[in-house]
């Protein structure tokens, strides 16, 4: 049998005084030090967007893609078909190397209360995620950028593709041979303006019956039929699926930031009117109209069983993330990735000091992004 010592003071303040006339004995036995962490947004781009490649060579990469080219031609009595031969384009893939440094010192680990070394690790890691999540964000949505050198250079400054209004762009960074211009767009972007079957700078391709009018015509950065910083509208997104359609993509997903999302909820596609039943049956059941669950039949039912507003809006996955730019909201077909990824080398670890472990070392890695299949995407861009 154990007898308890009276007088032992713990954090809880459990114990006393006045066992030991006053004179307990204060001991600190379960304090512990503890980090809160910040919040992380995350947003998968990768499984999103793009379609990863690995590749044994360094420096610029080539993609090439087939184009309709071949046709049959009606022979006359004694005549040979003329000879034709199959039309290609290739999309060059710019590869360059990001790293990080971590400053992590002998004495560090040494002294700290916390596990410095996991500490560093963890933030490298969450640091890696963040540059890749706004690297292929501001591909995808053309916004311009000097430090990951997105959107259209001219004049030596990164620009962000702007909006198409009338059947003109805002700017001329935003023409179809400025984009396809390795040079001007590394990370190139979707379809631009001006676009034509011929011209050896262009990236559009024949589709059906569809003519090089209205396919030119249904380019991608777009400006909003609203103003407004956040503005959204379910015109914008109607017209967007059939610009895609034309050339024989189906747009599966719908991307758009909090801002966005807050106008998409005030909209009175989703406050329909209820019934003089339904508000009758509310009275009746103490007064309360709304829906009080999951089961209620009525406009909001659906929306309590779901957690909130349905997923899904004229077939689109709905996908609302901070990471999507303010004043840009974005429809794509996801059923094909219209981003190529090619890695050189994954991140890795280099040791400055051998034997030293993280102390003076650094992590880099080797890639290159780029959109190569231009009608993948419609960018609709508040004025």
Same mark, same amino acid.
């Given at each position: @049998? ?5 007088? &032992? ?39 999103? !967007? ?13 993609? %090439? !893609? ?12 004694? %005549? *040979? ?6 039309? &290609? ?15 992590? *010192? ?14 560093? &690790? ?9 540059? @890749? ?14 430090? &990951? ?117 005030? @909209? ?94 650094? @992590? ?20």
């Amino acid at each position: @049998m154990v007898d308890a010592t009276p007088g &032992l003071l713990t954090t809880l303040n459990t114990g006393s005084y006045a066992n030991t006339g006053g004179t307990g004995e204060r001991v600190l036995i379960d304090y512990k030090d503890a980090i809160i962490d910040y919040k992380v947004a995350d947003l998968p781009v990768m499984q999103f !967007f793009a379609d990863p490649m690995s590749t044994d060579t360094g420096g610029n990469i080539d993609i %090439t !893609f087939g184009k309709p080219s071949m046709k049959l031609e009606q022979l006359e009595e004694g %005549t *040979t078909p003329q000879y034709q031969h199959t039309k &290609l384009r290739s999309e060059r893939v710019a590869v360059k190397e990001w790293g990080i440094a971590i400053g992590v *010192t002998r004495r560090m680990i040494e002294d700290s209360r916390f596990n410095e070394v996991e500490m560093a &690790l963890n933030e490298a890691r969450r640091a890696v995620d963040r540059h @890749m999540t706004q690297h292929v964000t501001n591909v995808v949505f053309g916004v311009g950028d000097a430090t &990951l050198q997105t959107g259209i250079l001219s004049g030596g400054v990164y620009s962000d593709i702007t909006e198409q209004t009338g059947g003109a762009y805002l700017a001329a960074t935003s023409d179809e041979s400025n984009i396809s211009d390795f040079s001007k767009a590394e990370n190139g972007g979707f379809l631009g303006a001006k676009a034509t079957f011929s011209s050896t700078a262009s990236r559009l391709d024949q589709y059906a019956n569809q003519s090089v009018a209205i396919l030119s015509g249904a380019a991608s950065y777009n400006a909003c039929t609203s103003t407004g910083a956040d503005s959204f509208t379910l015109t914008d997104v109607a017209a967007s699926i059939s610009r895609m359609s034309k050339h024989g993509y189906n747009a599966t997903h719908l991307f758009i930031n909090p801002g966005q999302y807050e106008n998409m909820l005030k @909209m009175a596609d989703f406050a329909t009117a209820f019934t003089a039943a339904q508000s009758s049956a509310g009275v009746a059941n103490g007064g309360n109209v709304m829906p009080t669950d999951a089961g209620s039949m009525n406009p909001f039912g659906t929306m309590l069983s779901t957690g909130g507003i349905v997923g899904q809006i004229y077939g689109l996955t709905v996908v609302v993330n901070a990471w999507v730019p303010s004043g840009r909201f974005g429809v794509f077909d996801l059923s094909v990735k219209p981003m190529a990824y090619v890695e050189r080398r994954p991140l890795t670890v280099e040791e400055a000091n051998p034997g030293f472990g993280i102390i003076g070392s650094y @992590m880099s890695m080797r890639y290159g992004l780029k959109v190569v299949r231009p009608e993948a995407g419609q960018i609709v861009i508040s004025p």
